[in-house]
């Protein structure tokens, strides 16, 4: 039996023999704390968390992990003020125009979770190019939540089953957990195995409600502008010491 707790430090794990997760979301956590700690405005925060984005994800399709699910913008982010909104909204416009340049020959399947019709036309005509250029890849899988909720992805999921109910398409007894897992946006991918927030917060932050209900968690104190591919591999080396039981009781190993 190997139980590994807190203090004891795990053995070094041999990466080539490690289970990966198939879909890994990411809570990119930190940005404005880590333009505060320089003195610099939570703006210039974004930026390098943007940039990061970009290498973590690189990072992630290389590694062959199949699906990443990245937490950019939630439906609560607009609380903020309009000099951060405007410098994020900017950002996303900034990034799809890149991206759609840069990422051309790769086989990243760029798709977007939440609510889009939020965004100006110039973004939305953005997501929409983006989608299209992105639909017949076959490479890793990258969701972008952009004004998204875990709550509000429910919330659009059910009305879109009582539509079906309304119209005679659906029993209200056959609205069941697959129904509703295939009106989400993440209809069709696998639930997330393994979710991981830097900068510290132990807190879903309305990220992936209903998909995260066994997925594991690991919290990294580092902010996600500093986040490096080594933490990543930190954090994919804890998940492998994980002992998954959905519930059931643990085959013996
Ligand atoms: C995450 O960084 C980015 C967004 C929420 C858009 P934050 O801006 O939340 O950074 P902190 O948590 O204030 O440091
Ligand atoms: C979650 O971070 C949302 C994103 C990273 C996009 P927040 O910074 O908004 O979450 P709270 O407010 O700390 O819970
Ligand atoms: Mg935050």
């Not at 590994?4 to 990966?20: E, M, V």
């Not at 290498?55 to 913008?73: D, Q």
């Not at 939630?74 to 340049?101: C, D, H, I």
């Not at 490479?139 to 009582?162: F, P, T």
Request: aromatic share 10%; with cysteine; glycine share 6%.
């Amino acid at each position: 039996m190997a139980l590994f707790s807190a203090n004891k430090p795990a053995p070094a794990l041999d990466r080539s023999l490690r289970r990966l997760p198939q879909h890994v979301g990411i809570i990119m956590d930190g940005n404005g704390r880590w333009a505060q700690k320089r003195g610099l405005p939570r703006s210039a925060g974004h930026t390098v968390g943007a940039q990061n984005f970009k290498k973590i994800t690189r990072y992630c399709a290389s590694i062959g992990i199949r699906y990443l699910t990245v937490y950019a913008f939630s439906t609560e982010n607009w609380k903020r003020s309009e000099e951060e909104v405007g410098a994020l909204m900017r950002l996303f416009q900034q990034y799809l125009e890149e991206s759609l340049r840069d990422f051309l020959d790769e086989d990243i399947k760029v798709r977007f979770i939440g609510d889009t019709t939020a965004f100006s036309p110039r973004l939305q005509k953005l997501i929409e190019e983006t989608r299209e250029v992105c639909k017949n890849r076959t490479g890793m899988v990258l969701n972008i939540a952009m004004n998204y909720g875990g709550r509000a992805e429910i919330v659009h999921a059910v009305q879109q089953l009582c539509e079906k109910v309304q119209r005679g398409e659906l029993a209200p007894n056959e609205v069941t957990e697959q129904q509703i897992a295939d009106h989400l946006y993440t209809a069709g991918q696998p639930d997330p195995d393994l979710i991981i927030r830097p900068s510290g917060e132990m807190r879903v932050s309305n990220f992936l409600l209903w998909q995260s209900a066994y997925t594991e968690y690991v919290v990294s104190d580092i902010l996600w502008p500093d986040f490096t591919p080594e933490d990543l591999e930190k954090a994919l080396d804890d998940y492998c010491l994980r002992h998954r039981r959905f519930g059931g009781v643990e085959e013996s190993r």
